[in-house]
């Protein structure tokens, strides 16, 4: 294992002016991320797990955030608004040696800060961290169809499309919504 690859924290300005701290996430973190997390799962539409599902990994949010600090090839960054949590990026980096160049990106971020610059802020400063670890590749990520905002942030950074499951996502009683994997080689 190499040592691990850190970001160093650094402040930005949202596009309404609000100063943001970006930083990766420290154990002491888990409570408020976990909250975080819930709200975004509450705010949004195009969120895969819905925010009862999510209750039971609320106690788990230390040994969540501690798998990140432990492995080489993910990282867990936090976005942080007057010193509360609004938006966060993580990379889980592949396992297994064959898929251990892969990392797959999940965001957040809360409804209050949408539209403001700071998915591209984690986003860039996930791929600029990613395009410095010697393990990954490639990072890639699933997007619910419909989700036309994310969609065009990932492409401007240049995700493309690479699949489509069709009908993979179940959004009501019989209807249901595709997922579209895209992905950056680095």
């Known amino acids: 294992m190499l040592a691990t690859l850190k970001i160093e924290p650094f402040t930005a ?9 970006i930083r990766e996430a420290t154990l002491q973190d888990a409570s408020e991320l976990m909250q975080s997390i819930r709200k975004y799962l509450s705010e949004s539409e195009y969120q ?13 949010g230390r040994e969540w955030i501690n798998a990140f600090i432990e492995e080489d090839n993910s990282l867990l ?8 949590i609004v938006g966060n990026l993580d990379i889980t980096g592949g396992s297994r040696k064959r898929l251990r160049h892969n990392g797959l990106i999940g ?11 700071l998915g591209s802020m984690l986003l860039q400063a996930g791929i600029d961290w990613a395009k410095d670890n010697p393990y990954l590749e ?6 619910v169809d419909g989700n036309k905002e994310a969609i065009g942030l990932y492409k401007k950074l240049g995700f493309v499309e690479e699949g489509r499951q069709k009908n993979f996502i ?8 595709d997922n579209i994997i895209m992905a950056l080689v680095l």
């Open 107 to 117: 965001i957040g971020v809360l409804k209050q800060c949408h539209s403001q610059g």
């Open 138 to 143: 490639r990072l890639w990520m699933q997007i």
């Open 77 to 84: 960054l936090i976005a942080e608004v007057d010193g509360k």
């Open 48 to 60: 895969v797990m819905e925010q009862d599902e999510f209750s039971h990994l609320m106690s788990k």
């Open 13 to 21: 300005r949202l596009k309404d002016g609000t100063e943001v701290t």
């Open 170 to 177: 179940k959004t009501g009683e019989g209807t249901y919504a």
